[in-house]
């Protein structure tokens, strides 16, 4: 199974939670990183492992398929 079919393939229930809960936890480090006012640097940090940390799990999450039988 190549790569773009594994991504339109069906992905199972856990997995989709997995996904969404990824890409809450992307936005969040994102807005800590945008923030407009002076933020503590361990807070720039944290908001930094964040974005990695959702972008990981919201990649892993996606490429899962649901087992056909």
């Given at each position: 199974m190549n790569i773009i079919k594994r991504m339109k393939s069906p992905t199972p229930k856990f997995f989709?939670?997995?996904?969404?809960?990824?890409?809450?936890?992307?936005?969040a480090g994102g807005a800590l990183l945008a923030a407009p006012v002076a933020i503590p640097a361990t807070l720039v940090t944290v908001g930094?492992?964040?974005?990695?940390?959702g972008?990981?799990?919201?990649?892993?999450?996606?490429?899962?398929?649901?087992?056909r039988q």
């Open positions: 989709r939670k997995l996904r969404n809960f990824g890409l809450i936890v992307t936005a930094g492992y964040l974005v990695v940390a972008s990981v799990a919201t990649a892993v999450a996606q490429a899962v398929v649901a087992d």
